[in-house]
């Protein structure tokens, strides 16, 4: 460490002496550049999102379904509905079958549970006519009569098996990661260079070490992952680059903070592999939900009783010396709480246990003053919520309910008020209430298409820039193009969850990415159109590039729900590997 | 797991409701990012509220004006300054026409891909139309007098001179009042009583819509009493024809002419003759002028069709219409950014259309050839071959307003020029030494 920092100050203070020297050319390095920047940009996030999104897997088998005198279905979940109706997994389409039957599942030992669902001519299994939502223990080549036809389940020979595998390994693969970590590198050799240009003595050698560092850590975790035999980090890669943005953001506004910035950063990839690892085992997950509830329960508790004000909003707590969000962390544990799988769906019980859980996150996040980060909870909620229940009705009486408590909120809270009485000509306020969003456009507008360079930015002595109005930072120093790469990334995480539900296991991890992937681009809403006005200035952070460490450990933790979500074959760290069918033991 | 594919939908709404949002951003981005740009509280661009980069010539390459970080440099000349100021603006935007104000983007740099990033070491410059030597000379030929002088090319629209008074020195103190009159562009921005320039018109409509035009006759006793209200003539003209009678500048027989013309021709002409409508100088809209000519009373009739009554003419409109006399009827637009391409320099200017006829152009050309050779003396003009008309308008002042309006008709200088005297008296005697110095320093100098 005391080497690489010497090392550090003496390529810091070269640079410095350089600039200093040639003016000039330094100023055409930085014209030049931001071309650079741009293309390096749009090869390393196209690269990932193309290859997120072209790749569809090819989902794994776990037995057949056979139902009398029609054909055997593949069984690709570890959840499935069977029914009459076209939207169940596995079809029967005959009259005395009810449109939601049964649920049959598999659990990871290869046992399978079949569940009737209260059908209206009920479920025969070997002779024993079974009692509605109760779970029974069946085996391949069981006889199933439900509403008097008769069905079998088979289990998956070993050829079959190995056929699919072969099948799933012609599938389309992930990116090779190594010629968009060299370019990311690239990218992160030239920020470092771009900053000391821009900033001259106001940069630190500190921050070139942290992005210098964070580069080590990229090339460590995808070697290190490799070897373990994992394939797809499109979505680390995204996560490394607007890890990236933020140092450089953090650099030019708060230089004494980027160490601390690539801390959280450590900080949460081990979260985020301790949750893929955790993520593994669907039982184990699901056994760890009241804990983290009654955490989170804690947590904001704690915060209601020790927060301290910041930004009108008292969601800080200090331990030590070391402040940090408790809100930031419960998101956390949110999406795992809200998401469930398929037979608990069929279980009215949990969703008021989530419904009340809620309920007491968004009145402790109001009561600290919180709003923005209790609409981003709330909309969570809705989503979560519909995608459990599937109910549109109940989704809009409550949006409608939320929107009159909202009004409610508006009237006796003043501050908030005015923030909606600026909203839509912030240029009339351009000097009260609509200060921070007439400079974001001002001075994000000033960076054009391609920036105006890291470190030349004037948006940074607004107050909350690097936070708040962080969109407009990177707009001006880095320019339109990469502002709206990094959206287009997170709108891929989403686009990548929903596609991976067709060869989803279980519905728990298909509602987590679901979840997580509303977070992220709720969040990232709120953000930009609250800082360019085409929302109210909320203030809440956008995911990976806000400074603050408390946000940026969290979106990379969040990222573990998007990787439990990565079907493809041997991708994902997140889902446990496939075994070699050979070796299997029947 | 088929069902939550179909409620994922959800999911899929939102991210559209973001990429949907992100592109209507974008697009105010490209509609508005210029004018984002160069808001005031953008210190990229601004030190203390004042722009800090971007340079503004005149066509000669001569600097009007230099704004860095460390303040605001003008040209060295206060009579250049103080001519230049309504065209080149004061930093602080209250000349609402200054291009200071009105081009800002241009001298920010803005430009969509590199935003207010300066690619250049010397920085963003604009460079005018008009000649801040003519300027000069207009200015000292007002002499501390109120009124505005306006010539450009009638070919190319270029704005050669545009001077304004009163005015004040930029590089001194400005008056405080946001509304105070030295900030008046009168050339872009007035409107005023057009007096006897306005037969120019009434004889476009006369000549045009008037079969017996020719054989047209009128006999001036001074007074001209008419349904037993005077209009009034300076002096006795006698009989007069049709070209003595504009020579002359006759009350009474333009009076008699405007009343068989009648008022909704008189109302058609103003329109098509570009009157009554703003121009567009580069994205600046010139005040537009107006016109009442009433149905049911000759006299006021007769007097609005002799420039007095209720007309009000904006001078930039009047300078185009007479340009469109020695353009053969075609009417260009002014401009005061000088194109910085090969094509801009070669092309000539936007046409604002036919406003007459070549016949009555040449005819109108031919008279105000006419009234320079009868009235005001071709030896008072040496050297140019110059066609005029002048106006004394009655404001109820003791001293009456003076105008002087007309073009020469030279290849190498095709310049149409307006002049304006507030209190000045006589047309003429007061304005049209003030266009003949114009006229010589911009030959000399072009």
Redesign the interface.
């Known amino acids: 460490m005391l080497i690489g920092g010497t090392t550090i100050n003496g390529v810091f203070n070269a640079i410095l002496s350089f600039s200093a020297n040639n003016p000039v050319l330094a100023k055409y390095m930085t014209t030049m550049f931001r071309w650079v920047f741009v293309v390096l940009a749009i090869y390393i996030l196209l690269r990932c999102i193309m290859s997120l999104l072209s790749t569809r897997a090819t989902p794994e088998v776990w037995g057949y379904f056979y139902v009398q005198d029609g054909v055997s279905t593949p069984i690709t979940h570890w959840e499935n509905i069977i029914g009459r109706s076209n939207s169940a997994d596995l079809t029967i389409p005959l009259k005395t079958i009810s449109k939601t039957h049964a649920i049959l599942g598999r659990r990871p030992n290869g046992q399978w549970i079949f569940k009737d669902l209260g059908s209206k001519n009920g479920t025969i299994i070997n002779g024993v006519e079974l009692k509605p939502n109760k779970r029974y223990l069946i085996n391949p080549g069981d006889q199933i009569i439900m509403g008097g036809v008769y069905c079998t389940l088979a289990g998956i020979s070993v050829e079959e098996s190995m056929n699919l595998q072969r099948m799933r390994s012609l599938d389309k693969e992930p990116v090779s990661p190594w010629k968009i970590l060299v370019a990311i590198t690239a990218f992160q050799i030239l920020t470092a260079v771009q900053l000391v240009l821009g900033m001259g003595e106001k940069m630190s050698a500190s921050s070139l070490l942290a992005i210098v560092l964070l580069c080590g850590l990229m090339w460590g975790y995808v070697m290190f992952f490799k070897a373990m035999g994992r394939k797809g980090f499109e979505m680390e890669m995204i996560a490394f680059f607007m890890s990236t943005i933020n140092l450089a953001v953090t650099a030019s506004s708060a230089p004494s903070e980027t160490m601390k910035q690539f801390i959280a950063i450590v900080l949460g990839i081990s979260l985020m592999i301790f949750m893929c690892i955790f993520l593994r085992d669907l039982q184990r997950t699901k056994k760890i939900r009241p804990v983290l509830a009654g955490l989170s329960v804690l947590l904001l508790l704690f915060n209601l009783t020790f927060g301290t004000l910041k930004y009108g909003a008292a969601n800080w707590v200090t331990i030590g010396g070391f402040s940090f969000q408790p809100s930031e962390l419960v998101k956390l544990a949110f999406i795992c709480i809200g998401a469930a799988s398929l037979e608990e769906l069929y279980n009215k019980k949990n969703i008021y246990l989530y419904a009340m859980f809620s309920l007491f996150c968004l009145g402790s996040l109001a009561m600290m003053g919180d709003f923005g980060t209790a609409l981003i909870f709330f909309v969570t909620y809705l989503v979560v919520s519909f995608m459990r229940s599937g109910d549109f009705s109940k989704l809009i009486l409550t949006v409608v309910g939320a929107g009159a408590m909202g009004i409610m909120v508006l009237r006796f809270k003043p501050y908030i008020a005015s923030r909606f009485a600026t909203w839509g000509h912030v240029w009339e306020f351009a000097d009260s209430t609509g200060y921070q969003q007439t400079r974001t456009m001002a001075y994000g507008a000033g960076g054009g298409l391609l920036g105006i360079g890291a470190g030349n930015g004037s948006l940074k002595y607004i107050g909350a820039s690097n936070t708040d109005l962080v969109f407009g930072f990177v707009m001006e120093e880095w320019g339109f193009i990469i502002a709206v790469l990094l959206v287009l990334c997170l709108i891929t995480l989403s686009l990548f969850a929903v596609n991976s539900i067709v060869a989803g296991r279980s519905s728990f991890f298909t509602i987590g990415a679901c979840g997580a992937a509303t977070m992220f681009m709720f969040q990232t809403m709120l953000n930009i159109f609250g800082a360019v006005d085409l929302f109210p200035l909320t203030g809440v952070t956008f995911p990976f590039v806000s400074a603050g460490g408390t946000s940026m450990l969290t979106s990379w933790a969040m990222l573990a729900y998007f990787k439990a979500s990565d079907m493809r074959k041997d991708a994902s760290l997140a889902i446990s590997k496939e075994k070699d069918p050979s070796t299997l033991e029947f | ?8 939908a ?3 709404a ?2 559209a ?3 949907l ?2 592109v ?3 697009w ?2 490209v509609t ?6 160069s ?1 005031y ?5 601004y030190t203390n509220g004042m722009i800090n980069r971007g340079t503004i010539y005149d066509r000669n390459g001569e600097l009007l004006l230099n704004c860095t970080p460390d303040g605001i440099q003008y040209s060295s000349d206060s009579a250049i300054r103080k001519s230049t100021v309504h065209a080149v603006g004061d930093p602080k935007g209250n000349v609402a026409t200054g291009a200071i104000n009105m081009w800002k983007d241009q001298l920010i740099g ?8 300066d ?1 250049t ?1 010397e920085g963003k410059s604009i460079t005018l139309t008009i000649d801040s030597k003519a300027n000069k000379t207009a200015y000292n030929a007002l002499n501390g007098r109120e009124g505005t002088v306006g010539v450009f090319n009638y070919k190319t629209g270029e704005v050669m001179c545009m001077v304004s008074t009163p005015t004040f020195d930029p590089a001194g103190t400005e008056p405080s009042d946001p509304n105070s009159s030295v900030y008046f562009n009168t050339f872009l921005m007035g409107t005023l009583t057009p007096g006897s320039t306005f037969k120019l018109v009434t004889a476009a409509a006369a000549y045009d819509t008037l079969d017996d035009i020719g054989s047209f006759g009128f006999t001036c006793d001074g007074t001209n009493t008419y349904e037993g209200e005077k209009i009034k003539c300076t002096s006795n003209h006698g009989h007069v024809n049709f070209e003595t009678a504009l020579a002359k500048s006759c009350n009474g027989a333009f009076g008699s002419l405007t009343r068989q013309v009648g008022p909704a021709t008189m109302g058609e002409y103003v329109k098509e003759l570009g009157f009554t409508d703003s121009i567009n100088v580069d994205g600046i809209e010139t005040a537009a002028g107006s016109f009442t000519f009433p149905e049911n009373s000759p006299i006021d009739l007769s007097w609005a069709g002799i420039g007095q009554y209720q007309d009000l003419v904006n001078p930039c409109a009047m300078m185009v219409y007479v340009g469109s006399i020695a353009n053969e009827g075609e009417a260009v637009e002014p401009t005061l950014l000088k194109g910085s391409n090969f094509l801009d320099r070669i092309s000539s200017g936007k046409s604002l259309g036919r406003y007459l006829d070549k016949n009555t152009a040449d005819k109108l050309k031919q008279m105000m050839k006419y009234d320079v050779q009868m009235t005001y003396g071709e030896g008072n003009f040496p050297g140019l071959d110059i066609y005029a008309k002048s106006g004394t308008a009655e404001v109820g002042t003791s001293k009456s307003n003076s105008w002087f309006v007309g073009f020469i008709d030279d290849p190498k200088h095709p310049y149409a020029f307006v002049v304006w005297i507030k209190g000045a008296g006589t047309g003429y005697t007061a304005a049209g030494p003030v266009a003949r110095n114009v006229l010589n320093t911009l030959i000399a100098e072009n």
């Open positions: 797991m088929k069902k939550l594919e179909r409620r994922a959800i999911c899929l939102l991210a409701v973001l990429f949002g992100i209507y951003f974008g105010k981005f508005h990012g210029g004018e984002w740009a808001f509280g953008n210190t990229q661009i803005y430009d969509i891909l590199n935003g207010t990033y690619t070491s």
